[in-house]
């Protein structure tokens, strides 16, 4: 295992750590860096790319050691080398930008007091007389593999605003425009500040990435065209970028107020200042020779300075045969976080209704695994967040390694969710991968449509399960990559003779007869808490000798100790709800996607008690839309007496029937599962 060091703990350091150990893993070296190199202040998005790379240096033994930026040795990374107790036999590589022998001969000392020996140093001086950016900790080598462009159908543009102030509210419209040219898709990378200050304008859904929410090989992959601006480069990490891009074939406008691309000698081409001149000068200078540019830009001599094989062969690497990949392409299911078992439900209606020669694997969370089992599917299994984990997105980095590890380029990942996690943005594009979101609607007010669509260009199709009634089915995005299709939900065919042996089974389950069954599914205390409405229900239930009022609970449910002193009210765990619910006389029931679909389409009467968490879809409105059609009893989770009322309806006085007259009545749209199964199929 190669270990990368630095002569100098910071960010920077930190950065070009991350980075010259992904370019080596890519190479086919086992590299790693060391765990107690993480800085406090590393950031979100430094940590996800950490999670790959860091090690316990007590758990490996080094087969070399890599040491960056070693112009400047610190007195750490002397204590590194030390701890480390390497053996004669195991090369010490150490690279820097050296500007006098002196220092050269300094750093090479301070090395060999540490180790007892001389490291073999590498001033890249020599071998980079130009680099792109002299305060580089990082080598800026890359692997010379030009690769065909454009990547998609469409050229990908990205800009990096740099030290460009944005008070200009003519720059945003520039940018607006250019967002909707057709013969480009354009992409932002910014700086924090800037970010913030694209959310409090009207602009605010123009595509951004920050500098670590993606690492520089990932942004070169997805990009077809970098242009800079600002006042010199952003950083080693967007240095990074520009030499992995060239290096892979594509091509970099310096648009950069001192030229500093320019001026380095890299095969870049001369751009305009100003970002309005940008626009013209793709469309009429730019796109319609991009083939050529490329084509010059790999005869550099300049490149060829920046050739990571040149630094392996002076170090002494020699990497060792890797794994062959998979050949077959792997389509994964990836539910939503939280509890998720709509979710999961939803995707297995999809998955099942894939053709025969897709067998697609599910990544789920430990809720969720009964319902993927239990269609026959194989099981990644995901970490739940919990309150015991250190940072609110520790699972979600957890998840990013399992997912990392399980997909490769050129398979497709069909996510099923509201929001877009960091893992889920990050493996997409890391991997190229094929990427499908199905997008459920009906968004609370209140809640940020740019949030929550921030994302959603690294999808080549997005696919709107609809509502069943159309004034539900708000349009949230537009585009060839959004589809609407028909609600998707489990349908299941259950005869009176069937539901009447489910009733004689729960009849010796609970050894007592009944006459009327009462099922509760108010969900788990996650969203909303709903032990009052359950305690009432089981209230006015007590007294029927001839009911049994059945609780249903699923994985990770919140279930009150005082649900269990009932003689009426039984608790009962499943995955088969539906069944009961349609062997039932009377369901009262939140107003999830899946439930009201599943009431709908096989003419189950309900009362509907809507949650109510702002992270949920508005339940509320579509229950309304249900009871103001006469197709079942809303009742608000205040409305106690009202509540009250409509269960003696249902149960004493025949409305039930009322309502399933009106269901049997309704016409409802044809289900979307297959359509949706044929867009996944031909993504």
């Known amino acids: 295992m190669i270990f990368v060091e630095a002569g100098t703990r910071s960010i920077r350091s930190f950065d070009a750590q991350l980075i010259f150990a992904q370019k080596l893993k890519n190479r086919g070296f086992n590299a790693c860096v060391d765990a107690d190199y993480l800085p406090d202040d590393a950031g979100r998005g430094r940590l996800y790319e950490a999670a790959r790379l860091l090690v316990d240096p007590g758990d490996h033994r080094p087969d070399s050691v890599f040491v960056l930026g070693a112009e400047e040795v610190e007195d750490q990374l002397l204590a590194s080398l030390r701890q480390k107790a390497l053996d004669p036999d195991i090369p010490v590589i150490a690279t820097g930008r050296f500007q006098t022998h002196q220092s050269y001969i300094g750093s090479k000392a301070r090395l060999a007091f540490a180790l007892g020996r001389e490291a073999k140093m590498i001033d890249l001086t020599d071998t980079q007389p130009r680099p792109m950016l002299n305060s580089a900790v990082s080598p800026l080598v890359a692997e010379l593999r030009p690769v065909k462009r454009p990547i998609g159908e469409v050229t990908e543009v990205t800009v990096i605003l740099g030290s460009m102030e944005l008070d200009n509210p003519e720059i945003l419209s520039c940018l607006f425009r250019m967002s909707n040219q057709s013969d480009y898709n354009l992409k932002l990378v910014v700086s924090g500040a800037q970010n913030e200050f694209f959310k409090e304008t009207q602009f605010s859904d123009l595509s951004r990435t920050l500098y670590t929410d993606l690492s520089p090989l990932a942004l070169a992959g997805t990009t077809d065209i970098l242009a800079m601006f600002g006042n010199g480069i952003a950083g080693d990490r967007m240095a990074e970028f520009a030499v992995e891009l060239i290096a892979a074939g594509g ?15 890299a095969p870049t081409l001369q751009g305009p200042t100003s970002l309005f001149a940008l626009g013209g000068y793709l469309t009429d200078k730019v796109l319609p020779n991009t083939s050529f540019i490329a084509e010059q830009a790999q005869k550099s001599q300049w490149l060829r300075s920046m050739d990571i094989s040149k630094l392996e062969s002076a170090a002494g690497l020699v990497a060792k045969p890797q794994q062959p990949s998979r050949t077959t392409q792997r389509t994964l299911f990836l539910p939503t976080n939280g509890v998720g078992l709509g979710h999961a439900q939803r995707c297995t209606v999809i998955a099942n209704a894939l053709p025969s020669d897709i067998s ?46 399980v997909l490769q380029k050129g398979d497709k990942l069909v996510f099923d969710g509201g929001y877009v996690f960091d893992s889920v943005h990050r493996v997409i594009q890391e991997n190229r991968l094929s990427a499908v979101w199905i997008r459920r609607g009906l968004w609370p007010q209140g809640r940020s449509r740019h ?138 029931s939140a107003a999830g996607y899946n439930s009201v679909h599943e009431f709908l389409y096989h003419k189950i009467p309900s009362i509907l008690i809507p949650q109510s968490a702002p992270y949920l879809d508005d339940q509320e409105r579509r229950a309304r839309a249900l009871s103001d059609r006469a197709l079942c009893a809303t009742i608000t989770e205040s409305e106690f007496m009202k509540l009250e009322r409509a269960v003696l309806e249902f149960l004493d006085h025949g409305i039930a029937e009322t309502f399933r007259s009106a269901l049997m009545n309704i016409e409802l749209p044809e289900p979307g599962a297959s359509t949706a199964a044929e867009l996944l199929a031909t993504t």
């Not at 091509?251 to 000698?265: A, F």
Request: aromatic share 8%.
């Open 251 to 265: 091509l970099v406008i310096d648009c950069t107020e001192d030229q500093v691309l320019m001026s380095s000698g």
């Open 360 to 405: 697609p694997v599910f990544a789920v969370f430990p809720s969720c695994v009964p319902i993927a089992r239990r269609e026959g599917f194989d099981c990644v299994p995901l970490v739940a967040r919990s309150d015991a984990l250190d940072s609110s997105n520790a699972n979600d980095i957890l998840n990013y390694r399992r997912l990392s590890g």
């Open 451 to 588: 949030t929550m669509l921030r994302r959603k260009d690294i999808f080549d199709r997005v696919i709107v399960p609809s509502e069943a009634f159309d004034e539900l089915n708000d349009a949230y995005s537009y585009g060839d990559q959004v589809h609407y299709v028909g609600p998707v939900f489990r349908q299941i065919v259950q005869t009176k003779k069937d539901s009447d042996l489910l009733r004689a089974r729960l009849a010796e389950r609970f050894g007592r007869d009944f006459k009327q069954m009462v099922v509760s599914m108010l969900g788990g205390g996650v969203a909303s808490d709903r032990s009052a409405q359950l305690q009432a229900i089981s209230g006015m239930l007590e007294n029927r000798e001839d009911c049994l009022h059945l609780v249903v609970t699923w994985p990770g449910s919140t279930v009150q100790a005082s649900a269990f002193g009932w003689k009426n009210t039984k608790l009962v765990y499943t995955q088969e709800a539906i069944r009961l619910c349609m062997a039932a006389d009377l369901v009262i």
